[in-house]
T-cell receptor, first 111, second 114 residues
């Protein structure tokens, strides 16, 4: 069955520190991969996506993600976190039709 | 930039009542979806819709749920007899065509069943 795993439920980082959020997927073939961010009570904002080609993809707000087929991973990174990055982050994968979401990682940013 | 819109943003209803959640997908899109997110949980797929019929549905999407594209622009999710556990954020999404990869999500409707 298709699945997306985000092993970290909650991460706390200091403002200005680097960030890596982990995501692993289990699909029959390479799916289309996404990272979304959700602020409390808000909708889903697409940060970046991977379909094919260059395995390092750049997104909005200074985020990037690297697709590693050998590890079935698609980790999200940011070199320097800002307080406004505090939110919940969802990794997602799309097979033929539906998008399967991970359980999310809540990011807390401390001064 | 075109976007998916959803109305209302917040709906409060009593248990047992019928609710209709409305979505206006991006105008040239052909594939439509509903997802839901119970508070504090992950986003879950409910149903996909193409060519005026359901193409895939999850086990959550039981007989209490139905979807419809009543005209050329709206895509609706109906819950016939709401239960407390239907309280969630409901997201609509649309996709352009079979060769497009990305689903565009609306801002969501928060449904509260009391």
């Amino acid at each position: 069955a298709q699945s997306v795993t985000q092993p970290d439920i909650h991460i706390t980082v200091s403002e200005g520190a680097s960030l890596e959020l982990r995501c692993n997927y289990s699909y029959g073939a390479t799916p289309y991969l996404f990272w979304y961010v959700q602020s409390p009570g808000q909708g889903l904002q697409l940060l970046l996506k991977y379909f094919s080609g260059d395995t390092l993809v750049q997104g909005i707000k200074g985020f990037e993600a690297e697709f590693k087929r050998s590890q079935s991973s698609f980790n999200l990174r940011k070199p320097s976190v800002h307080w406004s990055d505090a939110a919940e982050y969802f990794c997602a994968a799309r097979g033929y039709q539906k998008v399967t979401f991970g359980t999310g990682t809540k990011l807390q940013v401390i001064p | 930039e075109p976007e998916v819109t959803q109305t209302p943003s917040h709906q409060v209803t009593q248990m047992g009542q019928e609710v209709i959640l409305r979505c206006v997908p991006i105008s040239n899109h052909l594939y439509f979806y509903w997802y839901r997110q119970i508070l504090g949980q992950k986003v879950e797929f409910l149903v996909s819709f193409y060519n005026n019929e359901i193409s895939e549905k999850s086990e959550i999407f039981d007989d209490q749920f139905s979807v419809e594209r009543p005209d050329g622009s709206n895509f609706t999710l109906k819950i016939r007899s709401t239960k407390l556990e239907d309280s969630a954020m409901y997201f609509c999404a649309s996709r352009e065509g079979s060769n497009s990869y990305e689903q565009y999500f609306g801002p969501g409707t928060r449904l509260t069943v009391t």
